[in-house]
């Protein structure tokens, strides 16, 4: 058993402030403390422990977390571990509103961790904006006051069609944060017996499930996880388990366990945890191990605690660094778990149950099996209970999701709407593309008709939108950035053939080419001068080069010419310490281009010798005791601390 002591230290000095950029503060202070294996603790004399008592590795890292902290008080505070030899052996940085401490944890037995110092450096005031959002989403879900019909008109604003669902889900929600609300308002209530709604979203993919449920987590401003059911195997089993997720939802809140138990879980792709085939089309028989992945989400869909951290994953408290712990643990009892799944399978033998069978010519009929504007109809909102578990899902699985809903495929006239309506219309995305480049795009009504038809066609839904517009927009983003171009009009002909209306944009634009390539050239000066801190010129020789060079290859570019000037470190230092003989950078010539270690050569024998008396003056700089703030010489911060502690 190895015995602990703890020694709190508290270096204040002018030199320290000086160096970072702090007010300076008048007297050191250091106060210790020894505690003994029992416990007990005993005030020890008031001293100053000087970093040169400490091994060379601690000190070093001890001066990196000082350095790094940017103390806006001049001091820095944390705690020194001694193994029973007296020997220092770990270093915990943190700051005077952060009450640092050790503790004995199991770990303490792992010799080699004793044997390498952690540093954890303290950030008050990220700390405290974490805690003030913190405090500020619970309040906004202890305020919440919506009803169903106002839900639902935010979810017109980005969801087209989906009545039904929009509904549904509004009633849901609804219910579930009032019930949150008043928990937060009375801890009895978190008591109560509560049965969660939890929901499941039927339909084909692309149809806006996921969609759905982002716009309702936005406007609850609550924790949001979503995963894939397919990524998740049973708890004792490498990968992950329907656990972890609850833990994603304490990162998603920042830490803050008691958000994060209000939040949402949504699970994607729920049918193919089905242990056997869903139907004549599914060609599947599941995944492998899919009813203990069922399992393992029985506990958590109801009410369980969980530990927040896996137990391979737990980290000592001793490294956490000061401030109250965390909980350990959270309950998923007001967790609100939602599920989807496509359901193909299950689509098609109800269809199978519900149509009749074509009676001859004059049986059957074409609007049975399809709606308006030829969208296949879905069957799934007859669903029940029965059929689910006949098509692989467990008793107990499906019985703990309450709400069940339906959405619809979407057609092409449904696709035309999320053009034009939708608050998150992937075209929008598109326009501010372009507008990064410098260009102007425009989409004409009957270009948005022909996007639609196209996008229908590929049956992915809504996703087929982003297909067919990067399709159509791809070339233009390649070509219209270098051809000085600044508007474009998408109609439907452009739509129907990209390459042609392109071919026409770029006749005659070779003048616009020329004014591109010169500002590619000021491009680069400044790009030199982000990276390099210099500010050079190209000469004229070098941007006449570089015209003519980009304009005989147009798959080159004045940049892409000088990157080898910009990447070229050594060249940088050459030209600074040009600058620091002469006063001043030479223009960048052509022969710096073709022969670059030739050219520097020459200019830097082509130098004046450095005259004594400026060396002279830099022995005087070296002698003055305080650091500048850019330097990075952790012996000369640890001599400056040392002078001034001692």
């Not at 600058?579 to 130098?607: F, H, M, N």
Request: aromatic share 6%.
């Amino acid at each position: 058993m190895r015995r602990r002591r703890a020694v709190s230290v508290l270096l204040c000095c002018h030199a320290a402030a000086a160096f970072l950029g702090a007010r300076p503060v008048t007297t050191p202070r250091a106060h210790r403390a020894e505690a003994n294996d029992d416990g007990d603790e005993n005030e020890g004399d008031d001293a100053v422990i000087g970093l040169d008592s400490l091994p060379d590795e601690l000190q070093s890292q001890i001066v990196e977390a000082i350095a790094r902290s940017r103390l806006r008080d001049g001091k820095a505070e944390g705690v020194i571990s001694t193994n029973e030899d007296g020997a220092a052996s770990l270093f915990l940085f943190g700051n005077e509103d952060e009450e640092v401490t050790l503790e004995k944890t199991d770990s303490d037995e792992d010799e080699d961790d004793d044997d390498q110092p952690f540093v954890v450096l303290g950030d008050r005031k990220r700390k405290q904006k974490k805690a003030k959002d913190k405090s500020e989403a619970l309040s906004r879900i202890a305020r919440f006051d919506l009803r169903p019909r106002e839900v639902r008109e935010h979810l017109d604003r980005y969801v087209v069609r989906q009545a039904d669902a929009k509904k549904v889900l509004s009633v849901a929600v609804c219910d579930h944060y009032n019930v949150v609300r008043r928990c937060l308002a009375d801890e009895n209530e978190k008591k109560a017996e509560y049965s969660k709604p939890n929901i499941l979203l039927l339909g084909p993919s692309g149809s806006g499930k996921t969609y759905i449920m982002r716009t309702l987590a936005r406007l609850l401003g609550v924790p949001f996880v979503r995963a894939d059911a397919t990524k998740f195997t049973e708890t004792g089993i490498v990968g992950e388990d329907a656990e972890d997720l609850v833990r994603q939802l304490v990162e998603q809140a920042d830490g803050d366990v008691e958000l994060a138990q209000y939040g949402i879980i949504y699970v994607d792709e729920v049918d193919k945890l089905c242990r056997g085939e869903q139907g004549p089309t599914s060609g599947s028989q599941g995944v492998p191990g899919n009813r203990g992945v069922q399992n393992t989400f029985l506990k958590v869909m109801e009410e369980t605690e969980i530990s927040i951290q896996k137990q391979s994953g737990m980290i000592p408290q001793i490294f956490l660094g000061g401030g109250d712990a965390a909980p350990q643990r959270i309950s998923t009892k007001h967790v609100l778990f939602i599920f989807s799944g496509a359901f193909t399978g299950l689509d098609e033998r109800l269809k199978q149950k519900h149509v009749p069978k074509n009676m001859g010519f004059l049986g059957g009929g074409h609007d049975d099996e399809e709606e308006d504007d030829d969208v296949p109809k879905s069957y799934l909102k007859q669903a029940t209970s029965a059929d689910f578990v006949d098509a692989g899902l467990e008793t107990e699985f499906i019985g703990r999701i309450p709400v069940r809903v339906a959405v619809d495929p979407l057609g092409a006239r449904d696709l035309e709407l999320v053009l034009l309506q939708s608050e998150g219309s992937v075209l929008r995305q598109y326009e501010r593309d372009f507008e990064g480049y410098g260009v102007d795009l425009t989409v004409s009504r009957d270009a948005i008709a022909v996007i639609a038809k196209k996008a229908a066609d590929e049956k992915t839904g809504a996703r087929g939108l982003v297909t067919v517009l990067e399709r159509t927009f791809r070339e233009f983003k390649y070509e219209l950035p270098c051809a000085g171009i600044t508007e474009l009009h998408c109609d439907a002909a452009t739509v129907e053939n990209p390459r042609a209306t392109l071919d026409r944009l770029l006749e005659g634009v070779d003048g616009a080419r020329d004014d591109v390539r010169k500002a590619d050239a000021a491009r680069v000066e400044a790009e030199f001068f982000a990276r390099h801190s210099l500010n050079v010129t190209l000469g004229d020789s070098l941007v006449d080069f570089l015209m003519a060079e980009a304009k005989a290859h147009p798959e080159r570019s004045v940049r892409g010419l000088c990157a080898p000037l910009l990447d070229d470190a050594s060249l940088a230092a050459a030209l600074h310490t040009i600058q620091k003989r002469t006063g001043s950078i030479p223009a960048l010539p052509l022969e710096l281009l073709l022969d670059r270690e030739a050219t520097v050569k020459r200019w830097l024998d082509d130098l004046p010798d450095v005259e004594e008396e400026d060396d002279d003056a830099d022995e005087d700089d070296d002698e003055k005791p305080v650091a500048s703030a850019s330097s990075d010489d952790r012996d000369t911060l640890r001599q400056i601390f040392d002078a001034v502690v001692k």
